[in-house]
Structures are given as C-alpha cells and as structure tokens.
Nanobody
C-alpha cells in the first residue's frame, strides 16, 4: 500500500515536499516513481529512483527543480519541489515497480497511491 501526503497550495516560485509511505511489502526491492496528472491531461512521468537511491531520473520539465529521495529504513519516498510553476499543478502519485529499467513508463509500475493534489498559483 502506498499513501501520499504533503500536497497543498503554494505560490509561484515556492517550494513543497510530498511524501509517500509504503507498507505491506519489502520496500527496498522496489524502484519508486512519481507521476502527475493535471486536469484534462494524461498522467505523466516526473521522477524515479532505484531501490537503493543510487540512481535517479527526471522528466525534462522538472530537472533541476525537483529532487526525489527515499529512506528505506522508514519505507518512505519523497519528492522535494522547488521553483514551482502553475504548470506543476496536478495530482501527484507515487508508484512502486520491480523493473530496473523503463521506469518512465507508468505501465511498468505494480502499485499506486491515491494521489495528493498540488496547486501552484501565479
């Protein structure tokens, strides 16, 4: 089970951290990803991190502004977001995958959270 938290409203240029708590499995076996879905748009890849945190990958739209991290001792994954823009407004989902590659593809994720809403106002 994956449960996101930390969403909310923030102004343009602000920062926010969303978190994802995992339970019910061996967390460290999974690569973790963050995806988002804006109103009227398809779900898109944001960031991914491998099982031990040694490898991360970001969508071009968030590279340099967002940081994904994980704490396997706490079964947590985080997405720290800086320099937020109105176009970052979306429901943010965390997801878990047993894949070691092709992690930009949402079809390769086995488990999903319910999402947390992030709203950025201009």
């Amino acid at each position: 089970q994956l449960v996101e938290s930390g969403g909310g409203s923030v102004q343009y240029g602000g920062s926010l951290r969303v978190s994802c708590a995992a339970s019910g499995g061996i967390f460290s076996r999974y690569a973790m990803g963050w995806f988002r879905q804006a109103p009227g748009k398809e779900r898109e890849f944001v960031a991914t991190i491998n099982w031990n945190g040694g490898k991360t990958f970001y969508a071009d739209s968030v590279k340099g502004r967002f940081t994904i991290s994980r704490d396997n001792a706490k079964n947590m994954v985080y997405l720290q977001m800086y320099s937020l823009k109105p176009e970052d407004t979306a429901v943010y989902y965390c997801a878990a995958s047993l894949y070691v590659d092709y992690l930009r593809d949402s079809a390769n994720y086995d488990f999903w959270g319910q999402g947390t809403l992030v709203t950025v106002s201009s």
